[in-house]
């Protein structure tokens, strides 16, 4: 694999924090490959320390927006979701490539796998007939027993069913009719505090 194409400067880049900065570019190695190849590369300052040179004083603005699902056919997917798990659509772009439902604060969405190539990202498919990946979408319901019924009856292919877990919690799993894995849980109950696994 080629070595990115970087270039060294001898000042932190002006109002970068970390000092990396984008400059125009073209790295003709990826550009080659990929139609999609972005036509900027990183240029790369001298390293900070992790520790001690970071300007603690700077606000750092973060809130966890959205959760994405890069999946083979998304109308069907916002319709298993509608049916399934009760949740409605709150958008669906004319391409039929991206939508969203209502889930509160925190956004789910689906994007088709296209949508993936065209960022210039390369993925593993999901897949109901793979292992499920390492990530799970936790619903929080009401009545986590009735919520996984209902997900079972409508196709979802069902893990283990709601039992009381650590912290009090109700918590069942399935997986969607992509594979992706669903938890459908109460709030916890718990405290921070308390042990989820016991010492051995």
């Known amino acids: 694999m080629p070595k990115p194409n970087l270039k060294a400067r001898q000042t932190p880049a002006k109002g970068s924090q970390f000092g990396?900065?984008?400059?125009?570019?073209?790295?003709?190695?990826?550009?080659?490959?990929?139609?999609?190849a972005i036509q900027n590369?990183?240029?790369?300052?001298?390293p900070l320390a992790w520790s001690g040179e970071m300007k603690k004083d700077i606000p750092v603005t973060l809130r966890f927006g959205y959760t994405?699902?890069?999946?083979?056919d998304v109308p069907a997917t916002v319709a298993f979701y509608e049916v399934?798990?009760?949740?409605?659509?709150r958008f669906l772009h004319e391409s039929g490539l991206y939508a969203e439902m209502e889930t509160g604060d925190t956004t789910l969405a689906f994007a088709g796998e296209k949508m993936a190539e065209m960022n210039?990202?390369?993925?593993?498919?999901?897949?109901?007939?793979?292992?499920?990946?390492?990530?799970?979408?936790a619903l929080i319901c009401d009545d986590p027993q009735?919520?996984?019924?209902?997900?079972?009856?409508?196709?979802?292919n069902p893990l283990t069913p709601p039992t009381i877990r650590p912290l009090g919690q109700v918590a069942g799993h399935v997986r969607d009719l992509n594979g992706a894995l669903v938890e459908l849980c109460s709030d916890m109950k718990g405290s921070p505090e308390e042990p989820i696994c016991s010492p051995q």
Do not use: C, K, M, N
């Not at 994405?68 to 083979?72: E, G, S």
């Open 84 to 89: 399934a798990f009760g949740v409605t659509l």
């Open 20 to 36: 990396y900065h984008l400059e125009p570019g073209l790295d003709t190695a990826r550009s080659a490959r990929s139609p999609h």
């Open 120 to 137: 210039g990202v390369a993925i593993r498919l999901l897949r109901a007939v793979d292992l499920a990946q390492a990530v799970e979408i």
């Open 146 to 156: 009735t919520s996984w019924d209902r997900a079972v009856a409508a196709g979802a």
């Open 68 to 72: 994405i699902l890069y999946v083979p």
């Open 41 to 46: 590369f990183w240029v790369e300052s001298p």
